[in-house]
């Protein structure tokens, strides 16, 4: 089956500690994304990738960072320099350029130990 | 003010029922339209996706999207259980990347 797949599920981060977490598609999309979110506020934009090898900075783009080397995947770390990352992250995928809808994978929910 | 409004709820009713979702917006040059339902500790999946202004019907769900007032809607028909969810408008600038701007969504609770 064609989709979008997160993990890990869970995650815990320790202070200081980067982590990385995974997104990859077997639906040939051009477009990635991701996006957190936090209650009550709907879901933000924190990077996106249109193309392999290129990518730009969304809406809340401090304190992450992403790549993308391949077609199918998208990974994001969240660095120590992101002082609130306790949320709910979400990678989404699209079709073309243009006027097509995003799909989302079940994503990662990152915790401060 | 938040480009996208939409009330947090929670919206309560009977098995049945009419559920009725909207979403207001600020914007006036978003032309991409969607619904997306969002389940506990599970992604936004799509429900509807629209062009511009008018009505789209899907099985029993609705959209509705008046670009002259910025407000949308979307409808569903014979609520269940299983529709018990939270609902996230999205709406998008083709031109912008069609990067998503969303709605904090509406929790919906349809009770048997």
């Known amino acids: 089956d064609g989709g979008i797949t997160q993990s890990p599920k869970y995650l815990f981060r320790k202070e200081g500690q980067n982590v990385t977490l995974s997104c990859e598609q077997n639906?040939?999309?051009?477009?990635m994304y991701w996006y957190r979110q936090d209650p009550g506020q709907g879901l933000r934009l924190i990077y996106y990738?249109?193309?392999?090898?290129?990518?730009q900075k969304g809406d809340i783009a401090e304190g992450y960072s992403v790549s993308r080397e391949k077609k199918e995947s998208f990974p994001l770390t969240v660095t120590s320099a992101q002082k609130n990352p306790t949320a709910f992250y979400l990678c989404?995928?699209?079709?073309?350029?243009?006027?097509?809808?995003?799909?989302f994978g079940d994503g990662t929910r990152l915790s401060i130990l | 003010q938040k480009e996208v409004e939409q009330d947090p709820g929670p919206l309560s009713v009977p098995e049945g029922a009419i559920v009725s979702l909207n979403c207001t917006y600020s914007?006036?040059?978003?032309?991409?339209f969607m619904w997306y339902r969002q389940y506990s500790r599970k992604g936004p999946e799509l429900l509807m996706y629209?062009?511009?202004?008018g009505n789209k019907e899907d099985g029993r769900f609705t959209a509705q999207v008046d670009k002259s007032s910025k407000y949308i809607s979307l409808f569903i028909r014979d609520s269940q259980p299983s529709d018990s969810a939270t609902y996230l408008c999205?709406?998008?600038?083709?031109?912008?990347?069609?990067?998503?701007?969303f709605g904090g969504g509406t929790r919906v609770l349809v009770k048997p």
């Open positions: 989404a995928s699209m079709q073309g350029n243009g006027n097509q809808p995003q799909h």
């Open positions: 639906l040939n999309h051009d477009a």
């Open positions: 990738s249109q193309i392999v090898n290129d990518f």
């Open positions: 914007n006036s040059a978003f032309q991409y």
């Open positions: 629209t062009y511009s202004s």
């Open positions: 999205a709406m998008s600038v083709k031109a912008a990347g069609n990067k998503l701007t």
